[in-house]
Structures are given as structure tokens and as C-alpha cells.
């Protein structure tokens, strides 16, 4: 079924419609929102969340890709990634994800360990210490006393978010073949290519 963004347009430039990303993630709030951010009408990216109504084990996750994908096939310069937590899913179950993302180019994983809320923190310090997804959500609260799976964009503005990039590809050494098995998260890898598409 076509989808009405491939009528949005650049104002200015050679664009003819606007990068899409495909997000299939697990949550219904927290990253929906997050990956908002990136959209706007000025943009030349569109991003597309794939929620699920509840959180949703990986391979439910990658259904929802797969579906999405047979309604409308990915131009090269567009892009699907697959946005999860390490939880205490298994590695047979994350590999299938893995295996997945490496089947083409524009594919993608998006792993946070131990979970989302830990990308989130990056963007307020080194995230260190973090072992467990209650400490995270403890800690994430110093810095955002409310939360409870709904963020405010102004909370996360564009300084942070480069600061949150700079902080987990600092952790990533050497980078992780795949996801990080200890506390860290490869997102930055998604929000690097959405910045690098926006801005370029």
C-alpha cells in the first residue's frame, strides 16, 4: 500500500521526496517519541515507527518489519532498522535479528543494553556503572525526575543528542560485530546515518 510521504518535497535542492527510515521497535512511547525528534517538514528524512502495542519479544519485532517491508519496498536510499533491547532475551533470539539486518546494505540493528532508557541517559552523561535495567531507569531519573516512558523533546535538543552519539561510540571499542554484551548501545549507529542524511 503506497504511503502518502513520498509526496513530501525539499523546497530547495535535487531531493525529489524524503528519505525514508523504517523503525520496527519495541515499545509504543519511548522510542516513537525519541525518533520524532527527526522529523519535521523541512526535513529530508521521514522517519516511520513501527509500534508495537505492548513490548514484543525480537522475533515479533522482526515480523512487523517484514510485514511493513511487503507493503512497500525500500528505495536504495531509504533505510529499515530494527530497534530492541538486551533484556534478558536470548542470543539465538537477537541473532535472527542480527542475521537480518545483514541482508542488505540498508538494513539495520539498533541494540541498547540493558535497555533503551540507557541510550537516553547517554545524553546526560558517560552512562558508567550501568548494569542492570532497574539502576538505569534509577539513574535516568536524576536527570529526568518524571519519567515514566514519556519524554519531551526539549529534554534531548541537538547538543545532547551529538553528546549521546560521541559517548556510546566511545564505549563501542572495538566496534561490537553485532550488539554490546556488556553495558552499551549501538543507536548511535542509527542516529549517526539519520543526522548524516539530514544534514549532508
Known sequence: MAR???QFRRPLGTRRYRKLFVLAVEGNTTEPQYFAIFN???SVIYVDCLKGKHRSAPTQVLKRMRGRLQQEALRDSDSAWLVVDKDSWTVDQLNQLHTWSQERENYGLALSNPKFEYWL????EEGAGIRTSRACSERLKRYLPNYDKSINARDFPMTRILQAVRRARARDVPP???WPRNSGTT?????????REDYE
Not at 121 to 124: D, E, Q, R, V
Not at 187 to 195: G, N, P, T
Open 121 to 124: 541517559l547517554l545524553h546526560f
Open 40 to 42: 519535521d517538514q523541512h
Open 187 to 195: 543507536v548511535y549507529r542509527l542516529v549517526e546515518k539519520l543526522l
Open 4 to 6: 502518502n510521504r513520498r
Open 176 to 178: 561490537c560485530r553485532d
